[in-house]
């Protein structure tokens, strides 16, 4: 049985540092997501919304933000866990990190293995908090969804519009982005079909948990899978 990888966004722009931590966060079993600036941090919070992220203070971008800035940003929509990574080493600089929303500062240079030790107690920190955060469970083998003890008896349709959406939690996704995973043939499918199925599978889901909308319209955009709180 497989559940979703947690998602690292690890925000580096030394290509050399940033492979070694990926290796070692992949070795782990986490999904790493790279940026080398800064520039589409705030975009790619929003849009994958990852279990944690790991940020460069230095890092280049377009507007002049530092780490100490993105990280305020992100703090004013997401509660995400974010560790900086900085060589500035001084307790100052610390202290500043974590009064910009930081919740834990590692010092460059570093130890992958405890870099990521810490990213495993960040991570469960906020699950303890969340814990509904993985109440679906995707079990590949039988090809079916879970919620507890209990089996979401979907089609094969559904089950392929599920599984995309919460393989990544708040992303939005279009109709032609849900058609693409969802048929396996290269017939014509109206974008109104989606909906067809949306409406169906949200009717088994609430079978399971009765009066809570995880599968959200996003007016004018697509579908996105929120998780309970």
Sequence with gaps: MTERKSVVLLVEDEEMIAQVQQAYLQNAGYTVLWRDRGDAVIDVVKEYNPDIVLLDIMIPDVQGR?????????????????????????EFDRIIGFENGADDYMCKPFSPKEMVMRVQALIRRRQRHNPASAIF???????????????????????????????????????????TN????????????????????????????????????????????????
């Design 66 to 90: 530092d780490g100490i800035a993105l990280c305020r940003e992100i703090r004013e929509f997401s509660d995400v866990p974010v560790m900086m990574i900085s060589a500035k080493v001084e």
């Design 137 to 179: 469970v995707y079990d590949e083998a039988a090809q079916i969804i879970r919620y507890g003890d209990k089996k979401i008896d979907l089609t094969p349709t559904e089950l392929r519009l599920f599984v995309t959406m919460l393989e990544q939690p708040e992303r939005v996704f279009s109709r032609d982005q849900l058609i």
């Design 182 to 229: 969802a048929y396996n043939d290269n017939l014509d499918v109206f974008d109104r079909a989606i909906d067809s199925h949306i409406k169906n599978l949200r009717k088994k889901i609430s079978v399971v948990l009765p009066e809570v909308d995880v599968v959200q319209s996003v007016y004018g955009l697509g579908y996105r899978y929120s998780p309970p709180v």
